[in-house]
């Protein structure tokens, strides 16, 4: 398995069928500021980002110059601690990738 050379043509990791998937803390609510209600909303007494067609809505998909499509993550200087955490090349990428190989949106 080759780990992508850029997490823009990736986004494997922000894909999930999980209401659940990306949980938002406290200082995760507080850093997202004015966009929190748009990408993120309580389950129960926890919150987490919103998730919508198997990925979460924070993530947006565009075309490169090359047609390529590019996955980028719409809040990424505010996003939770949980993604701060998951570095490209890290055994949690490398499990993500072997988990939904398949899961990149072409
Ligand atoms: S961290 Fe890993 S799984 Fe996530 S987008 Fe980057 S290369 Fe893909
Ligand atoms: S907040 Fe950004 S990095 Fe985290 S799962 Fe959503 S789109 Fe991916």
Same mark, same amino acid.
């Given at each position: 398995m080759t780990v992508p050379a850029d997490c823009l043509r990736c986004g494997?990791?922000?894909?999930?069928? %999980?209401?659940?998937y990306v949980r938002v803390t406290g200082d995760d609510w507080t850093r997202l500021g004015a966009e929190a209600e748009r990408v993120a909303h309580f389950i129960g007494h926890r919150a987490f980002m919103r998730m919508q067609d198997g990925h979460c809505a924070a993530l947006q998909v565009r075309r490169c110059t090359d047609g390529a499509p590019e996955l980028f993550c719409t809040i990424y200087d505010r996003r939770p601690q949980t993604c701060r955490d %998951?570095?490209?090349?890290?055994p949690e990428c490398e499990g993500e990738l072997l988990r939904k190989a398949g899961g990149i949106v072409t």
């Open positions: 494997v990791c922000c894909f999930s069928t %999980l209401d659940t %998951l570095a490209r090349g890290s």
